[in-house]
């Protein structure tokens, strides 16, 4: 299968607000997740999510657990979700990731409450071990294997991660990684059109959200910048969401909150009295740069096509206070074509069925890319705390493919209240084997847009920019580095 395309782990539900748990915690969680005899367990399936590689140059990993409506038939609180992630290197040291939430947060389809995971990786294997517990202290608990690898077409593309490091998905997930490519230090100025990836939808999803941010902090990241200006900007509200002069990773939560507060399908009625207001808007965009008391270097637009194909009147650009800045317009249209996550097929008659890949097998990407070992020959001195198992005493973290060994309680691939506590194929449930998650119920992808003439595009035009089209991270880089290129 082509992979040329990358997947954003695309998920309709909110994705869980995930914390690195302190090691003064840590006691004090594990007991909680404790069970006991007698207890009665929660009965859940869950589908991992491969790693793949995101626009912020970083694989990007996850799940859903999948708990059935009929254990509720009184009024729920929510969950808490104690999730492990171990590098099988030996070397590195397990993250551990907590999750509370509330009923709200969890979507439903099915007959099931769904509750949705990230965390970003780098490359490596790494086997994972989650709890999920209910407000009734009911636990249901599941592991799996992960390995991070570039596929061919990712391999132009340097990870922002070292090997076998573990984040959460947050705005702080990137303050400690700078990784600029060698060049000369440029003033730039990004203009981010926030606006949905489809023109068919009045709202940005939060996936179309989470693209741009990652895309604008590769862009920070590599590009050696003597300072950054960025304008955040809608041309359906016509007008600018968030402005800094001296902007720095440091400050992404507040483009992310930004994002978020745009009600798109919400129009204010000196909008609808000014059907031209977004050429206005954009053409003052451009003459503050051109006109900047302070000039910058290089004006980079960033963001999906607009839905917009008017052009800015000839002369309403007005000239430059100093030589002309270099214009480019990174326009993401998305994939190429849809792709199923490696591991996973959208035919149920394949490889086991919905999850893909060979029941039991572990969930990685098939293409080329380094090998890492069998975790099985890997040998440490000390072992990590886990998570307790269904009688109180730690649970252990098997890699093999058994499709049906094991102990623990949850739910399997049937549903009968029984599950392996060691393969993906069994104790992942809806993730491998039969009856699983994995293929034709996997989170829909943004349509591929395949058209870059709209008003931005034109606008740069006239500036004598280029327009560098992007569907995926290998092609984000290689617009990074034409954009560090003299004149």
Request: hydrophobic share 35%; net charge positive; with cysteine.
């Amino acid at each position: 299968m082509c992979r040329t395309a990358i997947v954003l782990l695309l998920l309709t539900a909110p994705i869980l607000a995930q914390v690195e748990v302190a090691p003064n915690q840590l006691p004090r969680l594990l007991r909680e997740f404790e069970s006991h005899p007698g207890d009665t367990p929660l009965r859940c399936d869950v589908t991992p999510l491969a790693p793949v590689l995101n626009f912020a140059f970083r694989f990007q990993a996850g799940y859903t657990f999948h708990v059935p409506q009929a254990q509720y038939p009184g009024p729920i609180q929510g969950w808490s979700e104690l999730t492990i992630i171990t590098p099988e290197d030996g070397i590195g040291k397990s993250t551990y990731l907590l999750s509370r939430h509330q009923l709200a947060e969890a979507s439903r389809s099915d007959l099931t409450f769904d509750l949705n995971g990230l965390y970003l990786l780098g490359a490596g294997a790494y086997s994972v071990e989650s709890a999920v517990r209910d407000d009734r202290n009911r636990i249901c608990r599941k592991q799996w294997r992960i390995v991070a690898k570039s596929t061919r077409a990712d391999r132009p593309v340097q990870s922002a991660l070292p090997p076998f490091a573990v984040r959460p998905i947050s705005s702080a997930s990137w303050l400690d990684t700078q990784n600029p490519d060698a060049g000369s230090p440029q003033r730039i100025s990004v203009l981010l059109n926030a606006a949905a990836f489809s023109t068919k939808r009045s709202a940005i999803r939060p996936t179309d959200r989470l693209v741009l941010v990652q895309a604008l902090t590769a862009l920070l990241e590599h590009l050696p910048t003597e300072s950054v200006r960025l304008s955040v900007f809608s041309l359906e509200q016509q007008r600018e969401i968030f402005r800094s002069d001296d902007f720095s990773l440091r400050s992404m939560s507040k483009v992310n909150e930004a994002i978020s507060a745009l009600q798109l399908a919400t129009v204010d009625v000196q909008v609808l009295q000014k059907p031209l207001g977004h050429v206005g808007l954009l053409t003052g965009l451009i003459n503050r740069e051109l006109q900047a008391e302070v000039p910058v270097d290089t004006v980079v637009f960033l963001g999906p096509p607009s839905r917009y194909e008017n052009k800015i009147p000839a002369d309403a650009l007005r000239r430059p206070s100093s030589p002309y800045p270099r214009f480019f317009y990174l326009q993401y249209q998305g994939p190429r074509r849809v792709i199923i996550p490696p591991g996973f097929t959208d035919d149920p008659g394949l490889s086991g069925g919905r999850g893909g890949g060979k029941a039991g097998g572990p969930t990685q990407p098939t293409e080329g890319g380094p090998d890492y070992p069998d975790p099985s020959s890997n040998t440490t001195s000390s072992s990590p705390p886990r998570l307790p198992s269904q009688n109180g005493s730690s649970s252990s973290s098997s890699s093999g493919s058994n499709s049906g060994a094991g102990t623990g309680t949850g739910t399997g691939t049937n549903n009968t209240g029984t599950s392996s506590s060691g393969t993906m194929g069994s104790s992942a449930g809806r993730g491998g084997g039969t009856g699983g998650r994995g293929g034709r119920n996997l989170p829909p992808m943004s349509e591929p847009v395949e058209r870059n003439s709209d008003i931005i595009n034109s606008a740069v035009g006239r500036l004598k920019g280029k327009t560098l089209v992007l569907h995926s991270p290998a092609e984000l880089a290689k617009a990074i580095r034409k954009i560090e290129q003299k004149r």
